[in-house]
């Protein structure tokens, strides 16, 4: 009888997992930020680690440069997720960085970075950090940090939910 019973639920358990839209995904801890890297890219709208973005019409995703779930450079505790959409010579690139030991709270304008509010998300804003005239702006939504870099501040703003 427990044979069968087991048979049962293994058979079970199989036919849920075959179903697409569920899986057994644990993280370490229920209010989790590093799910491993989720993206999806679909019409012009782009979900990276649980933000929305718009990506403009004419450009197109550039999957070489995809990077999920990444070692930070500059923080040993943070990953990132990175996404880069092309359109001829301009250049979006949308990061998100993210840990389970910490939300990021708050950004300070410094080295040439200004306050600035973009779609209405406070952040900070320079012109030309990358030394490339490309428009970055940062700010924390989540309890992750979030950076665009666009060809200007037009389409800067309109990569911004």
Do not use: R
Request: hydrophobic share 35%; glycine share 8%.
């Amino acid at each position: 009888m427990v044979g069968v019973v087991l048979l049962a639920i293994c058979v079970s358990i199989s036919a849920v997992s075959a179903d697409d839209g569920w899986s057994f995904n644990f993280s370490s801890s229920e209010g989790s930020n590093s799910d491993g890297g989720s993206v999806s890219f679909d019409n012009g709208k782009l979900v990276l680690q649980d933000i929305e973005f718009a990506i403009p019409d004419g450009y197109k995703e550039n999957d070489t440069a995809q990077k999920l779930a990444e070692q930070a450079e500059d923080d040993e505790d943070a990953k990132y997720s990175l996404c880069s959409f092309l359109n001829g010579d301009k250049e979006i690139v949308v990061k998100v960085f993210f840990s389970d030991e910490f939300d990021y709270k708050n950004l300070t304008a410094a080295d040439g970075f200004e306050d600035k509010t973009i779609a209405g998300h406070d952040g900070i804003y320079n012109e030309n950090a990358y030394g490339d005239n490309t428009p970055t702006f940062k700010f924390v939504e989540k309890g992750k940090l979030i950076e665009v870099n666009a060809p200007d501040d037009e389409t800067l703003e309109s990569v911004i939910k």
